[in-house]
């Protein structure tokens, strides 16, 4: 009987710690081993009393359980002036929010004095990032991140390289992860050479032709341009000569081999044919 009622408490525990109650504007919290809801409400930056009214379904505020949910109400006890109050997600640590909003650590440990250990904070804590920023912009613009920018975007619309853009953020570490409300710095665009217009070509100018001025010639000489005439070259013929007699071209005739009659004997006195003849 006593195992029965045993598991039936266990049953109902476990059905209690599962159920997530209503949390309008606020976030959801999976407690911890070594939660209690005074840790969570200063790490959340509100009033144990908010907390507590939060959870109407905790009866006894000095008991919870690992697994159980809780909720953390929207907003902040603490006072942040001049700055801005951030809830933290998961993989977020101190220095990654100090990084994407432009603040160093040590004004961020500053500003959230009830954080007593910067290197543990949760999922759905509160806390303030003060106001100001750290990040240098010589001759350019601060920019607040929005949802959906990009770096290349941002590069787009102000008409900058991506390039000049990273290098003007070294705070960025991977310049493909921005947050929205990081603060980034937008430096401003190189200087274009004005455009010149170069003159259409013209024609040039028509020089007037050259006078040419010939020379003047020696005294004695012919004009200039003129061949003097030369008399032809007449050479006497010698005494006897006589022309060359014309002989007709001699007049040649095929005959065949076996007429010709300086064709060699081709047989020897016997009658027989020689070797070498063919």
Same mark, same amino acid.
């Given at each position: 009987?006593?195992?029965?009622?045993?598991?039936?408490?266990?049953?109902?525990?476990?059905?209690?710690?599962?159920?997530?109650?209503?949390?309008?504007?606020?976030?959801? #919290? &999976?407690?911890?081993?070594?939660?209690?809801?005074?840790?969570?409400?200063?790490?959340?930056?509100?009033?144990?009393?908010?907390?507590?009214?939060?959870?109407?379904?905790?009866?006894?505020?000095?008991?919870?359980?690992?697994?159980?949910?809780?909720?953390?109400?929207?907003?902040?006890?603490?006072?942040?002036?001049?700055?801005?109050? #951030?809830?933290?997600?998961?993989?977020?640590?101190?220095?990654?929010?100090?990084?994407?909003?432009?603040?160093?650590?040590?004004?961020?440990?500053?500003?959230?004095?009830?954080?007593?250990?910067?290197?543990?904070?949760?999922?759905?804590?509160?806390?303030?990032?003060?106001?100001?920023?750290?990040?240098?912009?010589?001759?350019?613009?601060?920019? &607040?991140?929005?949802?959906?920018? &990009?770096?290349?975007?941002?590069?787009?619309?102000?008409?900058?390289?991506?390039?000049?853009?990273?290098?003007?953020?070294?705070?960025?570490?991977?310049?493909?992860?921005?947050?929205?409300?990081?603060?980034?710095?937008?430096?401003?665009?190189?200087?274009?050479?004005?455009?010149?217009?170069?003159?259409?070509? &013209?024609?040039?100018?028509?020089?007037?032709?050259?006078?040419?001025?010939?020379?003047?010639?020696?005294?004695?000489?012919?004009?200039?341009?003129?061949?003097?005439?030369?008399?032809?070259?007449?050479?006497?013929?010698?005494?006897?000569?006589?022309?060359?007699?014309?002989?007709?071209?001699?007049?040649?005739?095929?005959?065949?081999?076996?007429?010709?009659? #300086?064709?060699?004997?081709?047989?020897?006195?016997?009658?027989?044919?020689?070797?070498?003849?063919?």
């Amino acid at each position: 009987m006593s195992d029965q009622i045993n598991e039936n408490s266990m049953s109902g525990e476990n059905e209690h710690v599962a159920m997530n109650p209503p949390c309008p504007n606020g976030q959801l #919290y &999976t407690v911890r081993s070594g939660d209690t809801m005074f840790s969570i409400a200063r790490r959340a930056n509100i009033s144990l009393q908010r907390l507590i009214d939060a959870n109407p379904q905790i009866t006894d505020p000095n008991v919870i359980r690992p697994g159980q949910v809780i909720c953390i109400p929207a907003g902040s006890d603490m006072p942040c002036p001049g700055g801005r109050l #951030y809830r933290v997600v998961a993989g977020d640590t101190m220095y990654s929010i100090a990084q994407r909003f432009g603040v160093t650590l040590d004004a961020l440990i500053r500003a959230n004095p009830q954080i007593t250990n910067p290197n543990e904070i949760f999922p759905g804590q509160e806390i303030c990032i003060p106001g100001g920023t750290t990040v240098q912009c010589p001759n350019g613009m601060l920019y &607040t991140v929005r949802a959906g920018d &990009t770096l290349f975007e941002i590069a787009r619309r102000n008409n900058i390289t991506l390039a000049a853009l990273v290098a003007a953020n070294p705070q960025i570490t991977n310049p493909d992860r921005i947050f929205p409300g990081q603060v980034i710095c937008i430096p401003a665009a190189a200087a274009q050479p004005p455009a010149v217009t170069l003159p259409m070509p &013209t024609e040039p100018p028509t020089m007037p032709p050259t006078q040419v001025v010939p020379p003047v010639p020696r005294p004695g000489e012919p004009p200039m341009g003129t061949v003097p005439a030369v008399p032809p070259m007449v050479r006497p013929c010698p005494t006897g000569y006589s022309p060359m007699p014309m002989h007709p071209m001699p007049v040649y005739m095929v005959v065949p081999w076996d007429e010709c009659p #300086y064709r060699r004997d081709c047989r020897d006195r016997k009658g027989k044919k020689r070797k070498r003849c063919k």
